[in-house]
């Protein structure tokens, strides 16, 4: 819902209404504000989606020692499958140290996200590829989490930005990435509608089983050819038509 942020934010039951008539049945919430899902509290908006039969699988919140009981008990309440984290602050990842304890709390919160079953998940940029003295910060989360508390939902555009392969990533560490985003990257490395850029999903959609994904979901930061509701129905069709 990232994707169709305003559209949200102006009419959620409009939204909704054509997102499930355009034929998508499963959604990750991004907009979590004083204890509400896109402006409706957790049980209200799992039953706007559901109604409309569609499923509120995940959603992306910031997440810190302070916030966290209170944020999971918004995310049980929502009947979340997964509680994702999409991004982390500068002095969470600016040192080795920094690393380790930001892989502690992960491993923390998703002892807690089981607990209300849930499981955490980490959203990537690039900036968790660029080194820190010499270690990779998504290399070390990787290594430094249990799988059974800890998924990855591994953006696809951005670790290729960064210059990485995300099949190797699959190959090198297996089962790990439940979730995808799925956006193509345009010429010039900014975010595109899928089709419309030049991202191969192929080989990456032929090694998903190996990778573990369960669900993917189409994000777009920013729609600069289409409206974000066109753009969302051209990615659907183009993943349908050419991928799946």
């Not at 304890?101 to 590829?129: I, S, Y």
């Not at 990779?136 to 990787?142: E, S, T």
């Not at 799925?182 to 032929?206: N, R, W």
Request: with cysteine; net charge negative.
């Amino acid at each position: 819902l990232y994707t169709v942020r305003n559209e949200m934010a102006a009419d959620p039951e409009g939204t909704l209404d054509r997102i499930a008539e355009i034929g998508y049945n499963w959604l990750e919430a991004a907009g979590y504000f004083n204890g509400k899902f896109h402006g409706r509290k957790p049980s209200e908006f799992r039953k706007m989606v559901e109604d409309r039969g569609m499923k509120l699988v995940s959603s992306h919140n910031g997440l810190n020692h302070e916030n966290l009981d209170e944020v999971l008990g918004a995310a049980a309440e929502a009947g979340l499958q997964y509680l994702v984290i999409p991004s982390l602050p500068h002095n969470w990842i600016n040192s080795p140290d920094a690393l380790m304890k930001t892989a502690d709390f992960m491993n923390t919160a998703g002892e807690k996200c089981r607990e209300n079953g849930m499981k955490l998940g980490f959203h990537n940029h690039t900036v968790e590829f660029e080194p820190v003295d010499g270690q990779i910060p998504y290399d070390v989360f990787l290594k430094n989490t249990d799988p059974g508390l800890v998924t990855f939902q591994l953006d696809l555009a951005w670790i290729t930005k960064s210059g990485n392969d995300p099949v190797e990533y699959f190959e090198k560490y297996p089962g790990r990435f439940e979730l995808f985003h799925v956006k193509d990257l345009s010429e010039d490395q900014e975010d595109a509608t899928l089709g419309e850029g030049t991202m191969d999903f192929k080989p990456i959609f032929a090694e998903a089983a190996t990778a573990g994904m369960k669900y993917f979901f189409i994000e777009q930061d920013n729609c600069r050819t289409h409206t974000p509701m066109e753009s969302i129905v051209i990615s659907r069709n183009y993943l349908l038509n050419n991928i799946l």
